[in-house]
């Protein structure tokens, strides 16, 4: 069984920061990807952030710039460093492992005041 807990979340005001992390905890067999996601109300969930085991990334262009995804191997833990955030940044966010299967975590609310 694979447990991803996400913390981090919150609210901030427009031009703040704030980091996320996602510990994965489990039998936990070749990663491909850790990511993140997010999902805004009536919206779909989108792609925010991926890292690869090797360190390459991929951003939406909504966030490049202002977003930094890291990863800690050893720790089987990624990370989402949030700059600059706006109001539109405003959804849950959502930690995902991708080995065979595709992993979710429970999500972290995370609310920019304008």
């Known amino acids: 069984q694979v447990q991803l807990v996400e913390s981090g979340g919150g609210l901030v005001q427009a031009g703040g920061s704030l980091r996320l992390s996602c510990a994965a905890s489990?039998?936990?067999?070749?990663?491909?990807?850790m990511g993140w996601y997010r999902q805004a109300p009536g919206k779909q969930r989108e792609l925010v952030a991926g890292?690869?085991?090797?360190?390459?990334?991929n951003y939406a262009d909504s966030v490049k710039g202002r977003f930094t995804i890291s990863r800690d191997n050893g720790k089987n833990t990624v990370y989402l460093q949030m700059n600059s955030l706006k109001p539109e940044d405003t959804a849950v966010y959502y930690c995902?492992?991708?080995?065979?299967?595709?992993?979710w975590g429970q999500g972290t609310q995370v609310t920019v005041s304008s």
């Open positions: 995902n492992l991708v080995t065979n299967v595709i992993y």
């Open positions: 890292i690869t085991p090797g360190g390459r990334t």
């Open positions: 489990g039998s936990i067999f070749s990663i491909k990807t």
